[in-house]
């Protein structure tokens, strides 16, 4: 595995940074003249890319960065995406010629107010941890009958909202919706009484397709990553999924962290996938390690107060990898698109502590989680704030994706 790639923004070089040389996440931040500026993290500042391809320091156009979102440098294809890379890391590297005429692009990303990093095309939220599907399907049918007969032979997912996906720091209002009571006739109107989190990873489709695709042709579609928490309100659900699955329940909001991670960035944590207890069908079958090591974890902060850490588990997790995802997804000659989300599916591991939502944590309620302000939680209360943190960890440096935070407001009246 590489080493640490110094730069002469000297906060890259430092170990507890997310945002080494090696990474180089793209990002969108709004400009004091209120537009959408593209720009790229680098130790604790921001590299505005939109400025500099305005002022012609880029070999590409400066329609490219002009809406300040990546949709557009996306559809550019795989090469586009390394030789920019390749420039921006020469550029940032110790000894560089660059950092005179880089510098002044430079500024802080503690005053940086980021945005959406690109538009999202449309979303898609998949069910692909063996353990989250294990843990839900033994509270609602028995560990006898937990997954689905379909589970262990292809991904299952859901047509989600793409207009309910938000950046990180966004507050997130508590939603109504119809709630069928055990001890009541007739379903009611009302705000969700089980609202939860999910931790995911979401993959973002760089290329498109307009017809079926391999899982090595998929891989290669893939853009980058980003933390994905699939806000549920789990009493609504309950009531209204059979026999279509998630609709309202999933529609309030969708939190993404607000750096893309390239697949680059990721490459040297490379991983595969279990052992399959099934063999996949062709279409699904692993073309190499399709994983990656990232570590993950889940914070919970109630009313601002001290932050538990409330979950730790890791990507490498998964049963599907978003190649095999977005290979099913396409089989049916349903085209893909520039700027399509793919949700993972909450990330759980074997251990209780490692599960990646309060349904499983507090086993829907039946086990409250101990905080450390001495408070429990069974499902998010007003005033919680969730933050979600990942990193692909080597030894001399991480490769972050900053925070997905959230905080819950009350119900509108």
């Known amino acids: 595995m590489t080493g640490r790639l110094d730069s002469w923004v000297a906060s890259a070089n430092t170990p ?27 130790g604790d500042q921001a590299l505005d890319v939109t400025a500099m391809a305005k002022d012609g320091f880029l070999d590409l156009p400066e329609e490219v960065f002009r809406s300040g979102v990546w949709n557009d440098f996306m559809a550019l294809g795989p090469k586009t995406w390394q030789s920019f890379r390749d420039y921006l890391s020469g550029a940032l590297s110790a000894g560089s010629d660059q950092k005179e005429r880089l510098a002044p692009y430079l500024s802080p990303l503690e005053t940086a107010r980021l945005e959406l990093p690109f538009t999202v095309t449309e979303y898609t939220d998949f069910y692909s941890s063996r353990h989250h599907a294990f843990n839900v399907g033994s509270l609602f049918r028995g560990p006898e009958n937990a997954l689905p007969p ?41 705000p969700s009484e089980r609202f939860d989190f999910e931790l995911e990873l979401g993959a973002i489709v760089g290329q498109p397709s307009s017809g079926p695709v391999s899982v090595q042709q998929a891989d290669d ?45 990721l490459e040297p944590f490379r991983t595969s996938t279990p052992a399959r207890e099934k063999a996949l069908l062709p279409h699904l079958r692993d073309a190499g390690p399709m994983l990656y090591d990232i570590k993950l974890e889940v914070g919970l ?27 099913h997804h396409a089989s ?26 309060l349904l499983e944590l507090s086993w829907s309620g039946q086990q409250p989680l101990s905080l450390t302000t001495g408070e429990t939680r069974t499902f998010l209360e007003d005033g919680d704030t969730v933050t979600l943190r990942g990193a692909a960890v080597a030894a001399d440096h991480r490769i972050g994706f900053g925070e997905c935070r959230g905080t819950l407001r009350p119900a509108r009246a």
């Open 221 to 265: 579609m893939i853009f980058g990553y980003v933390l994905l928490n699939d806000w549920s309100a789990r009493d609504i659900q309950a009531w209204e999924y059979q026999p279509l699955g998630p609709f309202q329940a999933k529609a309030t909001a969708t939190t993404i962290s607000p750096w893309i991670v390239t697949k680059d960035a």
């Open 16 to 42: 507890e940074t997310d945002f080494p040389l090696n990474n180089l996440p793209y990002g969108t931040m709004r400009h004091e003249s209120g537009q959408l500026h593209a720009c790229v993290a680098i």
């Open 150 to 190: 379909n589970w262990l032979h292809m991904p299952i997912g859901y047509n989600g909202r793409a207009s309910s996906v938000v950046v990180s720091g966004t507050d997130i209002v508590r939603p109504h919706g119809q709630l069928k009571r055990p001890d009541e006739e007739m379903p009611v109107f009302a």
């Open 332 to 357: 049916s000659g349903c085209p893909m698109r520039v700027g399509d989300l793919l949700g993972s599916g909450t990330i759980s591991g074997p251990r209780e502590d490692s599960r990646g939502s």
């Open 301 to 327: 902060a109630p009313m601002a107060r001290a932050e538990t850490v409330i979950s730790r588990t890791n990507y490498s997790q998964m049963y599907y990898s978003a190649a095999q995802q977005l290979a």
